[in-house]
Nanobody, 115 residues
Framework: QVQLVESGGGLVQAGGSLRLSCVAS????????MAWYRQAPGKQREYVAF???????NYAASVKGRFTISRDNVKNTVYLQMNSRKPEDTAVYYC?????????WGQGTQVTVSS
């Protein structure tokens, strides 16, 4: 059974830093691209970043230069380091990965940035 569990969310002041973690269980982590998405109140879910099994990363323009995605293939964990936080980064952050035609999602972790 595939499971993605996020943690690390919370309240942070603008300009501060926060690191999110996502632990994957089941067969989804090994060799898979892992991604982060976010959904702000009243908005559609949007892509944030992804990382391949070999560590190649890609970022949305809105977070490039401020966020860093990484993974630990031994711990089956993907991270999202968020620096220079802005109020518009407030959202529920979701970990995600696809296996075959199925996309899996975690339950999400709330991140709130105060101005």
């Amino acid at each position: 059974q595939v499971q993605l569990v996020e943690s690390g969310g919370g309240l942070v002041q603008a300009g501060g830093s926060l690191r999110l973690s996502c632990v994957a269980s089941g067969s989804i982590f090994s060799g898979n691209v892992m991604a982060w998405y976010r959904q702000a109140p009243g908005k559609q879910r949007e892509y944030v970043a992804f990382i391949t099994s070999l560590g190649a990363a890609n970022y949305a323009a809105s977070v490039k230069g401020r966020f860093t995605i990484s993974r630990d293939n031994v711990k089956n964990t993907v991270y999202l380091q968020m620096n220079s936080r802005k109020p518009e980064d407030t959202a529920v952050y979701y970990c995600s990965s696809a296996m075959g035609i199925t996309r899996y999602w975690g339950q999400g972790t709330q991140v709130t940035v105060s101005s």
